[in-house]
């Protein structure tokens, strides 16, 4: 019998706010973003882009690149070796531009040379004659047909209708509206960067790049290479945040090639005004909707026309058609709708996935709508969404029963009973900083009104419509040390942290060693979807059980001891029904325990020609309320306060989901009144900081938080991601606030002072 | 490439020379590629985001918008002067511990940002700290938890010693 | 590329002498971002933050005159003692970009590259600025007025540095208001700066990015100075009105990517009619 150890309990299981083991790095400017690699030997690599946004290539001609003296490599689509085009859904995006140019910015060639000085003159040097040709911008010509194809698979990327239940209802009260929703850009900080290694026979390639999913930019790398997968080597380069815009390929190609080419490794990193144009953006989005409900304002039927401008290529377009139009109904019960929704191509910059995924779009829609339907039925925004709200057991318009934990009513109580701003406008200080305006000194206290709004949401979690996004994971355990591998991108979000506490929670460890993320091990699947903690936690939690499986099994052998009667208490092995308590590191002396466990969560169906069919995996439920200030003759805002309830499950590192919950709100606040890729004739005005406004710390609002721990038995550990909400129904709780604050009408995002004080 | 020069530079109390360099080089570049010293990010090179900002003769300033070779002869302190390797400063501990950070692109920046700050005023008011930050931006927090980190080394160094430290960065 | 640092103005000038074409670096939150972007190259550099005769200001009692030298960094005139001089550039000061911004922009730099919504200019404008430069051959002083000829055009020669500003402490009420779309770093969408001179009896508006140069506003001016009552502190409300009215007139803006000429005329209108209420709290 041992004496039972006396040590300090074991933290940094689930459930502590631990900090992350890469902290101190990333506070001492020493951890490795992907833009900090670099190699003995190594060229810089520059992409050529389209200036125009529509034209024929008639000629390139490279021979003045070739002039200057340190360039070492120019390529074009004619030295892509394999497939030459990519994509995540549909491969219809051209690796380097061949005969037309679909895009402002779309890559046309790239060099490689000794500075990035030589780089941009090399590229001024490349003479490219173009006939410009008149570029598709509105999406309903797309729809239309009045425009050629201005690409082989056509201007319309997808349709999809959704149909349920009686057609032909009319509500005593009828509401409608059409809603207007911007270009937003991911705007992450940590830039494009890449380092590409190639093999000294020419036949392999190491890359070294922030992305969001190892295993899938391998398949399209390897495939434009012409290589096999196991000849294209991926390790995540530390990732500068993500937001959905490193889902799609955008530098790696090219820098593998410039790599092959020359024999040399190759960094390349994008400019900001690059960044804008090279990866993909949030779908601007026009919605029409129209809510039937009855006098007290229960609804009873939703019509809806939705279209999404895709841009020039595909990317996943038609996912998030398919997220926007079946969320269409929001976080509210609904038995008949009519949707018919578009996912179009333009000549418009290429938009994918953003934070949000088309919810973004149906949610700004959808609480407008529920705003309206309140006046008109002489309700409240409150009362009036407690009495649609969602419950566990309910059906989408998909058909699809929520089988979910669905607190709505408990997010909008909880974030209704957290308490408004104690201070009034200006603050008791009468500080300037707190008007519209700020330092600008714009506005008095007596020129500011103050407004509040409402936003609630249901997000779906994980893929949808078939699509099996399963996580991989190995944990290996020997001598009390435990160390987890897998190829889940870390881009800030904070898996590493929680995978080390799974860990801890179920081997009983202090020591976590987190591996390299590469693709050495199986896929993790996309850092994306919210379905990170509940996909790749699933994972390590499957590898680690198999483990500690494996360690009662080699205790139970050494005592005589049941396995099944074996638990973990602390850092030990215990017997539950006997006295044995033996460390897990002396259990584990001398063992190599090693366990890869694929997470899959339950299959789910595509939409028959309806858009019936049960096509997401779970949903997660979230409320707003946002307080603001407004000068009303300036048009100005100021956001006060947002207050929110979200569901999320469990709380498997409090301040992480805390840090989660406000920037997803930062990006909210954003969209709401400040950030808009502004494009006029498929030409882009403000590819930059200075005009592509981010909230600073000066335009961002106190949060009040409560955190809704309904734990739901379906996820591996009973969290939901957390990752979208906060980005979704803030965005139109600040505008409903606005709108209460001006008592008019505000149909688009972001908001423009114009919109707020002209006619 | 064919024009490059030589001159030398103070970097956190060291002298380095810089060889094989382009004079229109910024600071920010010159810093990460010439001298090894990564700590320094860029995000903007517009002066618009923070994530290079660095001190010159005591002063915070955006890394991008100095022409490295104009900057012979002043004293320059990069994140990597902050505090030795694995001895995080009191104000980079407090981001760490208050989950001030998350990707950490623009943490080098706002360390130097609030170590500046911190040795302006002592005791800043969140309005204050909101105001000197407002140059460094970040896109995965919200700032909630900044705020938090700042205000708890002021706190705490008020409560070491009764009347603030001298929490500043030498050069 | 060659770039010359020069410790004392006589060699600046110098420099700027052998080789007019040269581009001057100031604290670099022009020239930097062009250069960084690739947008635009340069042969060489004279770079005159080290010139301490441009790191001067000094207050001339006597003379009721500020003299603040070019390289002075917008950081020290938001901040006291040069503040409580001319509190409305002061203001303006304090929302040039961010702390790391104000730490290196000057006010030499603002006006040589004066753009419409340089934050300093207005109010260097409705102050009847002097602006000094110098020449190997000799100095000269222009009004902003002068000084300012288009949109980032100046009256400088080649061969000359704009060495400084004169302005005067004016008694009286001054103020300047920003407005941008977000609470910091922002460029200007509209701008105005108002000086009340008690001792004179006139009321100067000047407006940024309303027009292709700093405008000044006459009409206005000469409205309020014949309307408002500095005894008292008081302008009637219809004054205010109308003021804010003849200053819309005044403006002359455009459509960009930034916002329209509608909004524009109808904010400066906003901030022209709050700023003469703050200068006149009195009904």
């Given at each position: 019998m041992t004496d039972a150890p006396t040590r300090s309990e074991l933290r940094g299981r689930l459930g502590d706010s631990i900090a992350r083991p890469d902290g101190v790095p990333k506070v001492q400017g020493t951890f490795a973003f992907s833009g900090d690699l670099s190699a003995d030997g190594f060229l810089w690599g520059a992409t050529l882009r389209s200036p125009y946004p529509h034209a024929r290539i008639i000629s390139i001609d490279l021979s003045g690149a070739w002039?200057?003296?340190?360039?070492e490599a120019v390529i074009t689509a004619?030295?892509?070796?394999?497939?030459s085009t990519y994509g995540l859904?549909?491969?219809?995006?051209?690796?380097f531009a061949v005969?037309?140019?679909?895009?402002?910015?779309?890559?046309?060639a790239a060099v490689a040379a000794d500075h990035p000085e030589t780089c941009r003159r090399a590229l001024a040097a490349i003479v490219v004659e173009y006939e410009v040709l008149p570029p598709l911008v509105d999406p309903e010509r797309a729809i239309d047909g009045s425009?050629?194809?201005?690409?082989p698979d056509g201007n319309v990327i997808r349709h999809q209708r959704i149909v349920r239940g009686d057609q032909t209802i009319q509500g005593p009260v009828i509401v409608e509206g059409t809603y207007e929703l911007g270009m937003q850009d991911?705007?992450?900080?940590?830039?494009e960067a890449a380092l590409a290694l190639p093999d000294s026979g020419g036949d392999g390639i190491e890359l070294f790049v922030a992305t969001q999913w190892l295993h899938e930019d391998q398949k399209q790398i390897a495939a434009c290479l012409g290589f096999?997968?196991?000849?294209v080597r991926l390790t995540l380069g530390?990732?500068?945040?993500?937001f959905g815009a490193r889902e799609d390929i955008s530098l790696q190609v090219h820098t593998c090639l410039l790599a092959l080419r020359t024999g040399r490794p190759v960094r390349m990193a994008y400019s900001r005004e690059e960044s804008f144009l090279g990866h993909v953006h949030r779908h601007p989005c026009t919605i029409w909707m129209r809510h039937h409900a009855d006098?007290?304002?229960?609804?009873?039927r939703v019509e809806a026309r939705f279209v999404f401008?895709?841009?020039?290529?595909?990317?996943t377009s038609s996912a998030v058609l398919i997220n926007g139009i079946t969320h269409a109904q929001g976080p509210y019960k609904c038995e008949n709708a009519t949707v018919d929704g578009w996912a179009v191509r333009t000549n418009n910059l290429p938009c994918g996935a953003m934070r949000g995924f088309g919810v973004v779009q149906a949610c700004f829609a959808h609480e407008g709508q529920m705003d309206k339907l309140a006046v008109a039925v002489g309700s409240d925004p409150v009362a009036i969404r407690l009495l649609n709200a969602m419950e566990t057991g309910d059906r989408l318009?998909?058909?699809?029963?929520?089988?979910?934990?669905?607190?709505v009513a408990r997010c909008i109580r909880e974030t209704a009973a957290l308490p408004l701003p104690s201070q009034p406008v200006g603050g008791h200080d009468l500080?300037?900083?707190?008007?519209?305006g700020g330092s600008g000194?714009?506005?008095?206290?007596?020129?500011i009104r103050r407004g509040i709004g409402w936003g609630v949401a249901i997000k779906n979690l994980m893929y949808s419509e078939?699509?099996?996004d399963y996580s991989t994971a190995r944990v290996r355990l020997a001598d009390g040390v435990a160390s987890v591998k897998f190829a889940?991108?870390?881009?800030?979000?904070g898996f590493v942290t929680i995978a080390g506490q799974i860990v801890r929670s179920i081997l009983g460890v202090d020591e976590v060693i987190i591996e390299?993320?590469?693709?050495?091990?199986?896929s993790a699947g996309s850092?994306?979807?919210?379905?990170q903690t509940w996909m790749s936690g699933g994972a390590v939690d499957g590898a680690c059980r198999l483990v500690r499986e494996q360690l009662f099994q080699h205790v139970g052998q050494m005592h005589g001891?049941?396995?099944?009667?074996l638990t973990i208490d602390g850092r030990d092995v215990v017997d539950a029904e006997g006295s044995l308590r033996v460390s897990v590191t002396d259990a584990s002396a001398g063992l190599e325990l090693d366990q890869t466990f694929e997470h899959h969560h339950r299959p789910t169906e595509d939409l028959d020609?309806?858009?019936?069919?049960?096509?997401?995996?779970a949903f997660a439920f979230v409320a707003h309320r946002a307080v603001v200030d407004v000068d009303v003759e300036l048009g100005l805002v100021k956001v006060v306060q947002i207050a929110t309830a979200q569901d999320?499950?469990?709380?498997?590192?409090p301040l992480s989901v805390v840090g989660q919950i406000e920037g997803g709100i930062a990006q909210g606040l954003g969209l709401a009144v400040m950030e808009e890729i502004i494009q006029i004739d498929g030409h882009v005005?403000?590819?930059?900081f200075t005009d592509y406004l981010l909230p600073t710390f000066l335009d961002m609002p106190d949060v009040a938080i409560s955190l809704i721990e309904e734990?739901?038995?379906?996820a591996p550990l009973g969290a939901k991601g957390v990752g979208e909400p906060p980005t979704i129904s803030s965005t139109p709780a600040i505008v409903a606030a606005i709108r209460d604050a001006i008592g008019r009408d505000l149909t688009r995002v972001p908001v423009r002072p114009n919109d707020i004080c002209l006619p | 490439m064919a024009e490059s020069q030589i001159y030398s530079l103070h970097v956190n109390g060291e002298q380095r020379e810089v060889a094989d360099?382009?004079?229109?080089?910024s600071l920010l570049f010159v810093l990460r590629?010439?001298?090894?010293?990564?700590?320094s990010k860029g995000a903007?090179?517009?002066?618009?985001?923070?994530?290079c900002s660095v001190l010159v003769d005591g002063a915070l300033v955006c890394?991008?918008?100095?022409l490295a070779a104009a900057a012979v002869g002043q004293q320059i302190v990069t994140i990597e002067g902050v505090a030795p390797v694995g001895s995080p400063s009191d104000v980079q501990q407090a981001f760490v511990d208050a989950g001030a950070?998350?990707?950490?692109?623009c943490t080098p920046g706002l360390i130097m940002a609030a170590h500046s700050l911190l040795e302006r005023s002592?005791?800043?008011?969140e309005m204050e700290i909101r105001e000197e930050l407002s140059g460094n931006i970040c896109?995965?927090?919200?700032y909630g938890r900044i705020i938090d980190a700042v205000q708890r080394v002021a706190v705490a160094r008020i409560v070491v010693n009764g009347r603030g430290i001298d929490g500043g960065i030498k050069s | 590329m060659s770039v010359i640092i020069p410790t004392s103005l006589h060699s600046a000038l110098q420099a700027l002498a052998d080789s007019p074409e040269a581009t001057v670096l100031a604290g670099g939150t022009d020239l930097m971002v062009e250069l960084n972007s690739g947008h635009r190259q340069v042969a060489s550099v004279i770079a005159v933050s080290r010139v301490p005769e441009l790191c001067s200001w000094s207050h001339d009692a006597v003379a009721g005159l500020l003299n603040i030298g070019a390289g002075i960094s917008y950081d020290e005139i938001a901040r006291e003692p040069i503040a409580q001089w001319v509190p409305a550039l002061a203001q303006a000061a304090r929302t040039v970009g961010s702390p790391q911004i104000r730490h290196a922009a000057t006010i030499g730099g603002n006006l040589g590259t004066c753009?419409?919504?340089?934050?300093?200019l207005p109010v260097l404008a409705a102050l009847d600025a002097m602006i000094h430069l110098a020449s190997l051959t000799g100095v000269r002083t222009l009004s902003f007025a002068d000084f300012m000829v288009g949109p980032k055009r100046t009256a400088r020669l080649p061969?000359?540095?704009?060495?400084g500003v004169t302005v005067p402490v004016v008694r009286g009420w001054q103020g300047y208001s920003k407005v941008g779309?977000?609470?910091?770093?922002v460029i200007a969408v509209a701008s105005a700066a108002l000086v009340a001179d008690s001792d004179a009896g006139t009321v100067r508006v000047a407006l940024g990015s309303a027009g292709p140069t700093i405008l000044r506003c006459p009409e206005a001016e000469a409205f309020a100075a014949a309307h408002v009552d500095f005894a008292a502190g008081s302008a009637a409300d219809s004054v205010v009105d109308q003021f804010a009215g003849l200053v819309r007139t005044a403006a002359r803006p455009i459509d960009d990517h930034r916002s329209s000429a509608a909004y524009r005329r109808h904010a400066v209108g906003v901030l022209a009619g709050r700023l003469l209420r703050r200068a006149f709290p009195h009904g």
């Open positions: 002039k200057i003296s340190g360039v004619t030295d892509v070796p394999g497939k859904i549909s491969h219809d995006q051209p690796v005969d037309v140019v679909r895009f402002v910015g779309e890559p046309i425009h050629a194809p201005v690409h991911q705007a992450f900080l940590g830039l096999p997968e196991d000849k530390g990732v500068g945040g993500a006098y007290d304002g229960r609804i009873l401008d895709g841009g020039a290529y595909a990317s318009i998909t058909g699809q029963v929520i089988e979910n934990v669905a607190p500080d300037p900083l707190r008007l519209p000194l714009t506005a008095d206290v007596s020129h078939a699509f099996d889940t991108a870390e881009v800030g979000q390299a993320i590469d693709t050495t091990v199986g850092t994306s979807a919210s379905r001891i049941d396995p099944l009667r020609e309806f858009g019936q069919g049960n096509c997401h995996t999320i499950g469990r709380a498997l590192n005005r403000n590819a930059s734990p739901d038995p379906m | 360099a382009w004079l229109g080089e590629e010439r001298l090894g010293l990564m700590g903007c090179e517009q002066g618009e985001c923070g994530s890394s991008c918008l100095v950070v998350q990707c950490g692109f002592p005791a800043p008011s896109r995965c927090t919200g | 753009s419409p919504a340089g934050d300093g061969g000359e540095l704009i060495t779309v977000r609470n910091a770093m």
